[in-house]
């Protein structure tokens, strides 16, 4: 039997691009975060060497060589929702990191996989996301890229855009060359196919009685507005600082690290006995894709699980992505 493909893991709040990647048949070795409540999340989840150390400080050396290495790295510098400061914020320099990383592991990674918003790719005039790919075709990657959204490509129902770059190791000076097994194979299958018809959001919900804290009663300063606007069970709202939108496409909006702060994005839906609440952590984490059987800390606050949640990529979406990396490894 062959040995399985092994994956080495940046950034890796609570675990959910080591999970697409274990879901196809990846054996992963070593994870790395500077995120304790991530890490503590990520611990119960996971059974493999987890280092909880800034990246900075973190020598390749150390570490045991992989044939893939993934990282969702920091998107708050290249966020919409952030300054757009790019590489000038040191959270953006941190891709150099990568880089660094890759040239110290005792063997080149055959494959880079690596994640960012949607907004990363249109950064300062296109100008961020043309260095990152001219650094790695300079140390030797062809470079893939594409703008994916959760609900194009699997049938979880949230609107998530997020750009992945995919690298294949071909040598000194690569391009998108034909010739080369692992690209040939991975222009046939990439980007992969989208889908017609999401799940129902109820699908996604939780089964048992939801705790009370998480409802929104007549007390609460909204509460007409919520009333007003909230007329279905299969549709998911926000509260907008002053009033409630509807996500018309009835999938979930995209579900953000600043959820548990402030309120103005909690996804809010209509309870099975017609009262308002906002979703759990454990339904935000459904929305994510990760298994049922995934747990969450009972000793890490409510604010924290929406974060990480939020700061997670999609599960169903890497593990697509996985299994078509896999494909495109096998060829070679």
Same mark, same amino acid.
């Given at each position: 039997m062959k040995k399985p493909y092994t994956v080495g893991g940046l950034f890796s709040g609570v675990? !959910?691009?080591?999970?697409? /990647?274990? #879901?196809?048949? /990846?054996?992963?070795?070593?994870?790395?975060?500077?995120?304790?409540? %991530?890490?503590?999340?990520?611990?119960?989840?996971?059974? @493999?060497? @987890?280092?909880?150390?800034? *990246?900075? +400080?973190?020598?390749?050396?150390?570490?045991?060589? *992989?044939?893939?290495?993934? !990282?969702?790295?920091?998107?708050?510098? /290249? %966020?919409i929702a952030g300054y757009r400061k790019g590489f000038d914020d040191n959270r953006g320099n941190l891709f150099f990191e990568i880089l660094r990383l890759v040239k110290e592991l005792k063997e080149k990674p055959k494959v880079l996989f690596l994640e960012n918003v949607k907004n990363f790719y249109t950064h300062d005039h296109g100008n961020t996301f043309a260095t990152v790919h001219k650094e790695l075709e300079k140390n030797g990657y062809c470079v893939f890229h594409k703008v994916l959204n959760t609900s194009s490509i699997t049938k979880v129902p949230q609107n998530r855009e997020r750009t992945f770059i995919i690298c294949f190791d071909e040598g000194a000076g690569a391009k998108l060359d034909p010739s080369q097994k692992m690209t040939q194979k991975f222009i046939q299958i990439f980007p992969p196919k989208e889908i017609?018809?999401?799940?129902? *959001?109820?699908?996604?919900? &939780? $089964?048992?009685? =939801?705790?009370?804290? /998480?409802?929104? !009663?007549?007390?609460?300063?909204?509460? $007409? &507005?919520? $009333?007003?606007?909230?007329? %279905?069970?299969? +549709?998911?709202?926000?509260?907008?600082?002053?009033? =409630?939108?509807? #996500?018309?496409? #009835?999938?979930c909006p995209t579900l953000t690290a600043n959820m548990g702060t402030g309120g103005h994005n909690v996804p809010l839906i209509m309870n099975d006995d017609g009262r308002y609440r906002k979703l759990t952590p454990r339904e935000c984490f459904n929305l994510q894709g990760f298994p049922k059987s995934y747990k969450l800390p009972n000793d890490i606050p409510v604010s924290q699980l929406y974060k990480q949640a939020g700061n997670s990529v999609t599960v169903r979406i890497i593990e697509v992505l996985a299994g078509l990396v896999k494909e495109a490894m096998d060829a070679k």
């Open positions: 675990g !959910g691009i080591e999970q697409g /990647f274990i #879901n196809n048949d /990846f054996k992963v070795l070593w994870s790395n975060d500077i995120d304790e409540p %991530s890490s503590k999340t990520f611990k119960q989840n996971f059974d @493999h060497q @987890h280092i909880l150390q800034d *990246i900075h +400080t973190l020598k390749g050396k150390d570490l045991n060589p *992989i044939d893939v290495l993934v !990282g969702g790295f920091p998107c708050q510098a /290249f %966020s017609k018809k999401t799940d129902s *959001i109820r699908k996604y919900l &939780e $089964k048992k009685e =939801v705790e009370d804290r /998480f409802f929104y !009663g007549e007390e609460k300063y909204m509460y $007409k &507005e919520l $009333k007003d606007t909230i007329k %279905s069970k299969d +549709t998911v709202y926000q509260w907008r600082r002053q009033y =409630v939108r509807e #996500n018309k496409s #009835n999938v």
